[in-house]
């Protein structure tokens, strides 16, 4: 009996690939077309899944019910991380030995994070800016010199020689002459200096952008603003599963033999879309982060510093867009998923904190902050881990009555690129391939050149009126905010892009089909967002 389901498996498979090659022609109507695999959020990990699964030759949809990359992956602190973090063991070393599980895990983790690290640098070197990085060791501080070299020749084992840590111990006395090392409170305390080398995102949204264009050029059906609103499991097996367009309200039904819930902080709520009796566990634990954007003397340009806050966890001041942004807090998160913002109480913490820091750089205050954002980071639930836990899990949901359906918690944005890869080979471990293979490439896409067209700011002038008009052609772009914030940048420049927002607009205004009303509308629209999601104060 098993091996007459397996045949009239394949038979299915083969008859609904050949029916959703038919189908999916039509790129307005996905109702009634079928996929090997739906992936459900499209934000660092689930954008990294289906470029993987695509180029492997699976039938593909991806859908998020924001714009891609708009949830947490373009909210944490942008950093492609050595991994460092995850060689702290705590209070004390003795946290290791007593639970050497967390050990293992670390190891594993900070593996990942430097091989990620080497890789993407390679390959996509376009996409990140190194940074000259310090962290402080202090006679009276949480780890000791020999704690700190120990975790960075650690690091250096764990990582290929190709991109090397560059790291360094420097003394005491020569490190009076850095700029923060310099500014830090109690610093006749400082016994030395780890300095090495980091790697800062240009900004993370557009890696999500790059990797869902790359799994559409590979045959993907990718769509944002849509969202899942029903998981009905299918008697022949797969699932069954309810689209809504949320700009058109356009309704469709797709079956796909697997499903891959990547949505995040959302995948609990995903998870409850199952119309099965029963429903899975919780599996998503959210901290809260929050970070702040400041302009800092130039002598600080290009170099990055971590200390311990007085909670005890690492925060850094990070070089990024022309200034230095400073976080992250971390606190659980228990609030509304679809309403997260960064409080003024959450900055005005931040200002003292840095304050605190650094006395010797100089008295900061609330009108120093350019502006805010504020993330949930989807970490793993683990009841005995209140902030939950960092490691990076795929949950087989089939004994909790989703059979065929995986989840992936505690991913960061540093090691999507093996995450996606550890996707696709849980779908090749369950099903055929149902197309050749194509070769996958990370090159991220470049806007046609275009010298003669205006820079669409004074500063910087490195996006013109012809990338946004090549960007609202080709890449999904529905609104404003998804134009200057994920596929060009604008939106993170110290003003955020405010002064060109009505020459932006027009600009795309006859591509996206916008007449002078809805102009002014997106223009108010990013006016508030920029008011409301990172604390802009607009007059």
Not at 263 to 289: C, F, L, M, Y
Request: some cysteine.
């Amino acid at each position: 009996m098993k091996t007459l389901d397996n045949v009239l498996g394949f038979i299915q498979r083969a008859l609904r690939t050949d029916f959703s090659a038919v189908m999916v022609v039509d790129q307005g109507n996905l109702d009634g077309a079928a996929f090997d695999v739906a992936i459900i959020g499209a934000g660092i990990n689930g954008s990294s899944a289906a470029q993987h699964l695509a180029s492997l030759g699976y039938t593909v949809l991806l859908v998020d019910k924001g714009d891609y990359g708009s949830g947490s992956s373009s909210r944490s602190t942008r950093m492609l991380h050595c991994g460092l973090r995850y060689l702290a063991p705590g209070a004390s070393v003795w946290e290791f030995v007593k639970h050497p599980t967390r050990f293992v895990t670390a190891m594993r983790m900070a593996r990942n994070a430097m091989q990620n690290r080497a890789q993407f640098v390679e390959t996509t070197p376009e996409r990140v800016i190194p940074a000259d990085w310090f962290y402080p060791i202090f006679s009276d501080g949480t780890y000791a010199r020999w704690q700190v070299a120990a975790a960075f020749n650690l690091l250096s084992k764990l990582g290929p020689g190709s991109t090397p840590l560059g790291y360094e111990l420097i003394s005491a006395e020569e490190a009076k002459a850095i700029p923060f090392v310099k500014w830090v409170r109690n610093g006749s305390n400082v016994t030395g200096v780890a300095r090495y080398r980091e790697y800062v995102y240009n900004w993370p949204e557009r890696i999500c952008v790059d990797a869902t264009l790359a799994a559409e050029k590979a045959g993907a059906i990718v769509r944002n603003y849509t969202k899942v609103t029903k998981l009905h499991r299918l008697q022949e097996g797969g699932w069954a599963l309810s689209l809504l367009d949320e700009t058109s309200a356009q309704q469709a039904v797709v079956n796909a033999s697997i499903v891959l819930n990547t949505a995040g902080i959302w995948i609990d709520d995903v998870n409850a879309h199952s119309e099965g009796a029963q429903r899975p566990g919780r599996k998503i634990t959210g901290t809260k982060g929050v970070h702040i954007m400041l302009t800092l003397p130039p002598e600080c340009a290009g170099k990055g510093i971590t200390l311990i806050n007085r909670t005890n966890q690492p925060i850094s001041l990070t070089p990024w867009k022309g200034g230095h942004f400073f976080g992250p807090t971390e606190t659980l998160y228990e609030g509304d998923i679809d309403d997260i913002k960064p409080l003024e109480e959450e900055i005005d913490w931040l200002v003292d904190e840095l304050n605190f820091l650094l006395p010797g750089l100089r008295k900061f205050t609330r009108d120093d902050v350019s502006y805010a954002w504020a993330g949930v980071r989807p970490l793993t639930y683990d009841a005995a881990l209140p902030n939950g836990s960092r490691s990076r899990l795929i949950h087989d949901l089939g004994a909790e009555g989703m059979p065929d359906v995986y989840a992936l918690t505690g991913g960061p944005i540093m090691t999507h690129r093996s995450a996606g890869q550890d996707l696709a080979a849980v779908v090749q471990g369950r099903i055929p391939l149902s197309r050749p293979a194509q070769p996958l490439s990370f090159t991220p896409p470049r806007f046609p050149d275009n010298q003669n067209s205006e820079p669409v700011l004074v500063t910087p002038t490195d996006v013109s009126l012809a990338d946004l008009r090549y960007a609202a052609t080709h890449e999904h772009v529905t609104s404003l905010i998804d134009l200057l914030f994920r596929r060009v940048g604008l939106g993170w420049t110290p003003e955020m892009a405010l002064p060109g927002l009505r020459k932006a607009t027009e600009a795309v205004a006859d591509i996206l089909g916008w007449d002078a009303q809805r102009v002014d509308r997106e223009i108010e629209a990013y006016r508030k967002y920029v008011r409301e999601n990172h604390r802009v104060r607009i007059s």
